[in-house]
């Protein structure tokens, strides 16, 4: 069935870095923009980053640009974000969702991963 | 960038209740317009693309309405599992893609 499984959150200390994944599977992945929303505690949804099916369109949230990168492998059906800088802002719950064309909607989710930033 | 306000921001109701939730963009999105429903430690789950499509296997007590700056998100005939959280998100103008703050629907 389609499914998306993020992984990699933890504990990290603030300035350090951290690697989420997103394992695709039941979809065409290279057919597909993929996006990173995450939660923090007790607030809404944020969009962090989304990228094209083909690399040539990648959006970040001024909240994140400059620290995270979003990449993919279509030919492994992985999405990834490379997250450094972290700092206690970044604590939040970050799932991976597919992001259908034009509308954008997000129509597949993961369950999520959580990232803390602490001391 | 486009500001997405729901209201109410919580809404209690009772099962068997008509509820509606409304969206305001803070200019024309046209029907760029998505809900998503979420419940406590869940990932979100797309309920209404394109301000009035129902998502495949979503009940159709669920609805949308709206095209411009005002929508709506009504559920006809509450049920239990209907408690959750539910947000907007505009796909007009991108990026960015934005989310309302959302509407909590309690008992």
């Known amino acids: 069935q389609v499914q998306l499984v993020d992984s990699g959150g933890g504990l990290v200390k603030p300035g350090g870095s951290l690697r989420l994944s997103c394992a695709a599977s039941?979809?065409?992945?290279?057919?597909?923009?993929m996006s990173w929303i995450r939660q923090a505690p007790g607030k809404g949804l944020e969009c962090v980053s989304y990228i094209s099916n083909s690399d040539s369109t990648i959006y970040y949230a001024d909240s994140v640009r400059g620290r995270f990168t979003i990449s993919r492998d279509n030919a492994k059906n992985s999405l990834f974000l490379q997250m450094s800088s972290l700092t206690a802002e970044d604590t939040a719950v970050y799932y991976c969702?597919?992001?259908?064309?034009?509308?954008?909607?997000?129509?597949?989710w993961g369950p999520g991963t959580t990232v803390t930033v602490s001391s | 960038d486009i500001q997405m306000t729901q209201s109410p921001s919580s809404l209690s109701a009772s099962v068997g209740d008509r509820v509606t939730i409304t969206c305001r963009a803070s200019?024309?999105?046209?029907?760029?317009l998505n809900w998503y429903q979420q419940k406590p430690g869940k990932a979100p789950k797309l309920l209404i693309y394109a301000a009035s499509s129902l998502q495949s296997g979503v009940p159709s007590r669920f609805s949308g309405s709206g095209s411009g700056a005002d929508f709506t998100l009504t559920i006809s005939s509450l049920q239990p599992e209907d408690f959750a959280t539910y947000y907007c998100?505009?796909?007009?103008?991108?990026?960015?893609?934005?989310f309302g703050l959302g509407t909590r629907l309690e008992i």
């Open positions: 969702a597919r992001v259908r064309f034009p509308h954008y909607d997000m129509d597949v």
């Open positions: 039941g979809f065409t992945f290279r057919d597909y923009y």
């Open positions: 998100q505009q796909s007009y103008s991108t990026p960015p893609i934005t």
């Open positions: 200019q024309s999105i046209s029907y760029y």
